[in-house]
């Protein structure tokens, strides 16, 4: 057996070493290090779509920014839409699934793999449409959003939209007879002492039902001795938040969005029963308005008042009681309703807002200087709607309060915010969500409104309608 300084060690290496061999294994070594690691493709976290006859929005929501493209594609109108950065996942799959039979703008949606990192989404349109694509930031309880909001391509006509659904009359400035005159006495008994004959009453005057006459042949309406013409009054009612804006939430989920809209549905149906009353919804389903839009609808249909809903929510669950706010230029009259303006006026953030239409929003509507005169006549029907409010319900403050709401600022149109109760409060969240308190709340804002205008009249205004 050899001994072990006899063991000579077999060589690493057989081959000669030479320079290029030592430059060719570190020239490989540096590209290893240096060599770029594949991009991590974006994750999309939840998809949502809410049409709406204002528009369809969709929503893609994503852990980071996405970049994304688009053109339309005619006969038959497609959109196509192209996203970097992206790879084929169930969840954006599952966008498929989501588009409703009652779309108003799209049919379908097909969502492939274009090419590595490219998304590629294609939308089946009804009809042509005008898109908005834009990105926002995170935002509440919301990560990066991609939004594609579908915009038919001629603005519809609200007062036109109300007639051909039916809300409204199309002959809106026909004056309206009070069924309050004094009925005819009594027919006395004839001679003979036989009862008298029985006349049947004159046909009820509906002024939504008129002949298909010609211009020349409409005969002016007359009012009749003992009858009051009483003029349209148009009240624009604006259910809060909306679409991907839920507005505060209970402790027992329920969203302030479906509990104003509910509430808003009930009082539009009491309001329209008074014989001199029509309503425009600002929204009227689970879809978002952007602030300055709500009072732009509410200026384009002439409204002689605007009412938003709302349910309040604090931090304390013990906090309870309903609240009238008007608009103040001159600061918030008190703490409580400056948070709660501030908290309000967050809502484009929330809800989702394309900068560049919101700039141009802000500058013809909402940077209007509010008169002297709009805010009076709030403070008038806020302060006849917080008094009927307080008989079915504890106040949070017993007077009108004042702050700088951006929804209320229409320059020329009466505007209150009414927070029904505290949602963030549990007893309230059940009020809140029971039926018979939502009628009994519908029922007092429509005796605090007619009480207004029954001291307020409103101006004769020309109207396109």
Do not use: C
């Amino acid at each position: 057996m050899p001994s072990p300084s006899q063991i000579r060690p077999e060589p690493l290496i057989t081959s000669p070493i030479t320079r290029r061999t030592v430059l060719k294994a570190g020239g490989t070594l540096l590209l290893s290090v240096l060599a770029p690691l594949p991009a991590m493709a974006a994750q999309i976290l939840a998809v949502r779509v809410w049409p709406a006859a204002d528009y369809t929005r969709v929503t893609l929501e994503n852990d980071s920014i996405l970049k994304a493209t688009h053109f339309i594609v005619k006969d038959p109108e497609r959109l196509v839409i192209d996203i970097e950065g992206l790879e084929l996942s169930p969840t954006l799959k599952g966008l498929v699934a989501k588009i409703q039979s009652n779309d108003p703008y799209i049919k379908q949606v097909r969502v492939g793999q274009n090419r590595p990192n490219v998304v590629r989404l294609v939308f089946d349109l009804k009809e042509e449409v005008r898109p908005q694509l834009f990105t926002l930031p995170p935002a509440g309880s919301y990560n990066h959003r991609l939004i594609f909001d579908l915009y038919p391509v001629e603005e519809p006509d609200l007062i036109a939209q109300m007639i051909e659904k039916g809300d409204w009359s199309s002959d809106p400035a026909k004056p309206l007879m009070s069924d309050t005159h004094t009925p005819p006495p009594a027919l006395p008994l004839p001679d003979n002492g036989k009862p008298p004959v029985a006349v049947a009453p004159p046909a009820e005057i509906r002024p939504d039902v008129r002949p298909d006459l010609r211009p020349e042949q409409r005969p002016e309406a007359r009012p009749l001795p003992g009858q009051k013409v009483l003029r349209m009054i148009t009240i624009a009612l604006d259910p809060g938040h909306g679409g991907e804006d839920p507005g505060a939430t209970g402790s027992r989920g329920s969203r302030e969005k479906d509990i104003v809209l509910s509430i808003a549905k009930r009082l539009k149906t009491k309001l329209e029963m008074q014989p001199n009353m029509r309503v425009m919804l600002t929204r009227d389903a689970d879809f978002f308005v952007p602030l300055g839009m709500r009072v732009e609808k509410a200026r384009k249909v002439q409204a002689d008042l605007f009412v938003s809903i709302h349910a309040d929510a604090f931090i304390q669950p013990t906090a309870r009681g309903s609240s009238v706010f008007v608009l103040s230029e001159k600061g918030a009259s008190s703490t409580a309703a400056r948070w709660m303006a501030n908290k309000e006026n967050q809502a484009d953030l929330i809800g989702g807002v394309n900068v560049k239409n919101h700039d141009q929003q802000l500058a013809s509507v909402l940077l209007d200087l509010s008169t002297t005169a709009q805010i009076n006549d709030s403070m008038k029907v806020g302060s006849a709607v917080l008094r009927e409010i307080g008989g079915i319900n504890r106040l949070h403050k017993g007077s009108v309060e004042q702050a700088g709401f951006a929804v209320l600022k229409a320059p020329d149109i009466p505007s209150i915010l009414i927070e029904t109760a505290f949602i963030s409060n549990p007893e309230e969240e059940a009020k809140l969500t029971d039926n018979a308190y939502q009628d009994q709340l519908a029922n007092a804002i429509v005796v605090g409104i007619k009480n207004y205008f029954a001291k307020n009249p409103p101006l004769a205004k020309s109207r396109s309608a």
